[in-house]
């Protein structure tokens, strides 16, 4: 039964951002929601994302060359220090099959495309709006002045991240409403079973990738189910929980330390007043002695 179940997961190699963004107008939306342009028309636009049948151990989300840049998008729920290097393996595939028909050996430069790397994050851990993932961390040995590098840029699409990204792509916006609504039922429920048929009927009810959705609303499902990952999913929960432990006792911290601070002034000043009511009462008794004698 086992084995059943991990050999049909292997044979499944599509996810919901490949199948969203398989068609060249979806992508150039997405180009131009990135990248801060306007283009209107998909001619020269060129898709290169790596064919499943041939690369069964190398699948990239989507990747296409458009105004002379070669763009690899990926989407990723979990935090993935080891993108740069995958993504090398994806354009050096993606770059051998561009340059087939070059002749490498000749003084003639041969250019090509420039690359560009971005993933799309929206897992359950905490991240900026946007941060940088550098080959050259992997290294074994820390170099200043790497000779080999790759950046990725990790956006993050998670609630109240990049709005203006979002803003400017409704399929991505949509995607990410999606993935928001599948999070929040599974912390709910705790079944990634539930959760996703969930979201998927309120998704279509409430206007949200409504088409694509009700077209593709089995496979869909199958396919966010088989990309959840349940025990990252806990161990991210109880990193966050640990998190959350740790902030809270920070704070528990600062409320002591504000508590003990004003016990301190409080004392501080009780002395005072003591030292104060003891210098009068000493005048008293200076005054009165002096008249005795």
């Known amino acids: 039964m086992a084995r059943r179940k991990s050999s049909a997961k292997r044979n499944y190699k599509d996810s919901v951002f490949r199948k969203l963004f398989s068609d060249k107008e979806s992508l150039l939306s997405l180009y ?33 060359v458009f105004q002379s840049r070669l763009q690899l998008y990926e989407h990723q729920s979990t935090i993935n220090p080891n993108l740069p290097l995958r993504n090398l393996f994806y ?17 003639k430069l041969q250019k090509i495309p420039t690359p560009g790397f971005v993933v799309f994050y929206n897992g359950i851990k905490e991240q900026p709006d946007r941060s940088v ?37 409704r399929i991505l916006n949509e995607y990410a409403m999606f993935n928001d609504k599948v999070q929040r039922y599974l912390r709910e429920s705790g079944d990634i079973q539930k959760a996703v048929p969930k979201a998927i009927d309120d998704c279509i009810e409430e206007g949200v990738l409504t088409d694509f959705l009700s077209r593709e609303k089995a496979e ?18 109880r990193e966050e929980g640990r998190e959350e432990g740790r ?47």
């Open 91 to 107: 354009a050096v595939d993606v770059l051998h099959t561009i340059t087939r028909d070059f002749n490498l050996y000749t003084t």
């Open 32 to 64: 131009n929601a990135v990248n801060e342009t306007n283009y209107e028309s998909t001619e020269g636009l060129q898709i290169t994302t790596l064919d499943n049948a041939i690369y069964i151990h190398m699948k990239n989300d989507v990747s296409f």
């Open 133 to 169: 993932l550098r080959l050259s961390d992997l290294f074994e040995v820390p170099t200043d002045r790497p000779e080999l590098e790759l950046t990725v840029t990790q956006l993050n699409i998670n609630a109240g991240h990049n709005r203006e990204l979002l803003s400017r792509c």
């Open 220 to 237: 869909v499902k199958a396919m966010t189910i088989y990309e959840f990952n349940q025990e990252q999913y806990d161990r991210d929960l």
């Open 247 to 293: 902030e809270e006792g920070r704070e528990e911290g600062r409320a002591e330390e504000r508590l003990n601070t004003e016990r301190e002034r409080k004392r501080a000043e009780e002395a005072e007043a003591q030292l104060e009511a003891s210098q009068a009462l000493l005048e008293k008794y200076k005054a009165q002695f002096g008249e005795l004698q």
